[in-house]
C-alpha cells in the first residue's frame, strides 16, 4: 500500500491555499484556518462529509462559490508526480498487488482519474480515500479495513507513508511500514522484502 501525497507525489499545500486564498481575496493563513483547522478537510477524509457537502462547507467558510471545477484546479496545481516513485511502484506491481490509500475525500475519487491518470494505470481500481472506511490514518481500523478488502491479513500487508504517526498506525495494526524519505531509501526498504 502507498500512501500518495508525498510519497507517490509531490504536494504542495501551500501553493493549494494561495490559489484559494486568490479566489476568496483573503490570505493563506486565512484559508488555512478556515478550511483545514476549522475541521473541514478532516471530516471529509474521514467520510464525514460528502463531495458536495465539502465543497458547499468550504464555499461557506471563504464566502464565495467553490464548486467541482475551484476545487480541482487549485488541487491540480498543488500535485506533480515523482517518477523514480511511480517507477519503484511499478516494479512492485510485478511481483505483488498494489493498493493506494489517501488520506483524503470522496471528491479525491471522483478525480484520480484527471489528476493522476499515470497513477489510474499503475493502481487500477485499488486506489482509495480514507473517506470509503468512514476513517483516517493514523488509525489502525483503516490498515486492517484496507487489507480485508483484498483478503489478506495485515502481517502480509506493508504500508509506505510519509508520515511518521502514520507508520505507526499501520504497524499498529500489524503490518510493515516504512517511512517515506527518498526514493534511495525505499528501493532499498522494498529490496529487503523482495518486493523488487
Known sequence: MFDMDDVLLRYDVDAR????????????????????????????????????????????AIGVPFGRAEWLRTRALAMALDPPVVALAARVARRSALALLTNNGQIMKEHFDVLVPELRALFGASMHVAAEFGTKKPDPAIYKGVAALYGVAPQEAVMIDDKAVNVEGARAAGMRAHCFRGAAELEAFLAGLALL
Open 17 to 60: 491555499r494561495a490559489a484559494m486564498a486568490e479566489l476568496a481575496g483573503l490570505g493563506p493563513a486565512d484559508i488555512e484556518r478556515l478550511v483545514w483547522t476549522s475541521g473541514i478537510e478532516d471530516a471529509a477524509d474521514a467520510g464525514q462529509l460528502s463531495a458536495d457537502a465539502y465543497l458547499a462547507a468550504i464555499a461557506a
